[in-house]
């Protein structure tokens, strides 16, 4: 009986400090959800006096306070009464993405790992496709060596141009010199370029 009492009374110790486990958990909830609700408020209230104006460099001011604040402020509509510079400003925080990730793609990456990317970022207000397509053309004016194009099966790509046609040409031109027959995994390795975009050329 006495093993018994004892296993009884240590289920009761544990469930009595699993229930001070939880209501410190909730406890601690509130408050991170109290603290996340001031933060919450207080950007609004940024928003709410800069709003109305249009001028680009408070609105830049504005999101840049937001973020030091550790709230993501993405690019919307809203922003701006004029589409084209919605699109311009869109196409900023595309370039970052783009410029993030390109050399760990092989100075390649498509509009739809892009458009991906970007909206994971962004958690909400998301950009729609067509607007991603309308900005993508200004990335250029934010990252010099980013260039929009298609490969010939249709996808488009942003493309560093260390990677264009003629750079990839010129490092094909070498490999034959030293070489009479290569393969399109020779020719990636040694244009440090995907195999698909070997395979093209």
Do not use: W
Not at 59 to 71: A, F, H, P
Not at 136 to 150: G, R
Not at 154 to 163: A, C, H, N, R
Not at 185 to 199: F, G, H, S, T
Request: proline share 1%; with cysteine.
């Amino acid at each position: 009986k006495g093993g018994f009492s004892k296993i009884i009374n240590e289920n009761k110790i544990n469930h009595q400090q699993q229930r001070l486990d939880i209501d410190n958990s909730f406890q601690n909830l509130s408050n991170l959800m109290e603290n996340a609700s001031k933060i919450i408020d207080l950007s609004n209230k940024i928003s709410n006096m800069i709003g109305k104006n249009q001028d680009d460099d408070l609105i830049k001011y504005r999101n840049e306070v937001i973020t030091k604040l550790g709230i993501y402020s993405p690019t919307t509509k809203s922003d701006f009464t004029n589409n084209d510079d919605y699109f311009q400003n869109l196409a900023k925080d595309i370039s970052n993405v783009v410029c993030n990730f390109i050399e760990s793609k092989n100075g390649i990456i498509s509009f739809t790992n892009t458009f991906y990317l970007l909206n994971r970022a962004r958690s909400t207000n998301l950009c729609s496709p067509n607007d991603f397509v309308s900005s993508a053309k200004f990335v250029s004016n934010y990252a010099s060596n980013i260039i929009v194009t298609n490969m010939e099966n249709g996808l488009k790509i942003f493309l560093d141009i260390s990677q264009s046609s003629d750079a990839i040409y010129k490092k094909i031109q070498i490999l034959l010199d030293n070489t009479q027959y290569c393969t399109a995994y020779d020719v990636a390795l040694c244009a440090n370029c995907p195999v698909i975009m070997a395979l093209e050329k």
